[in-house]
């Protein structure tokens, strides 16, 4: 964990803690099926942290299921999270898929418009 300082007109970053992934137990995301940036880590103890956005939580609980994934193999749980932004290989997750999230996005409203223009007759 870091702390941001801002010295005159330069920031700079101080490591407040580490962490190591190996003792890393879960992270609990709180609330699935809100836009909530808050998050709990739990090692030797609990930690409440906050992202700076939802998404950027999302993209850390992702890059430490991938790290985990690739180094250390353990069941690290995760658990309050919404799955279909968690997977990667899901269509929602941001990982440069906008473009397509926004072309089906379009495709639903230009289908809504084509309805609510068809004749009731």
């Known amino acids: 964990m870091v702390k941001h300082l801002q010295v005159d007109r330069e920031e700079k970053y101080e490591i407040v803690e580490k962490w190591f992934l190996k003792d890393l137990e879960m992270i609990d995301g709180k609330e699935a099926d809100t836009d909530n940036p808050c998050f709990d880590m739990h090692f030797h103890q609990v930690y409440s942290l906050a992202a700076h956005s939802c998404a950027s939580k999302y993209t850390f609980a992702r890059t430490l299921s991938k790290l985990n994934a690739r180094y250390l193999q353990k069941d690290l749980k995760i658990v309050n999270f919404d799955d279909t932004y968690l997977n990667d290989d899901s269509i929602w997750?941001?990982?440069?898929?906008?473009?397509?999230?926004?072309?089906?996005?379009?495709?639903y409203a230009f289908s809504l418009l084509?309805?609510?223009?068809?004749?009731?007759?």
Do not use: A
């Open 93 to 107: 997750s941001s990982n440069n898929r906008d473009c397509l999230v926004l072309m089906r996005i379009c495709f």
């Open 114 to 121: 084509c309805l609510s223009l068809w004749p009731l007759s």
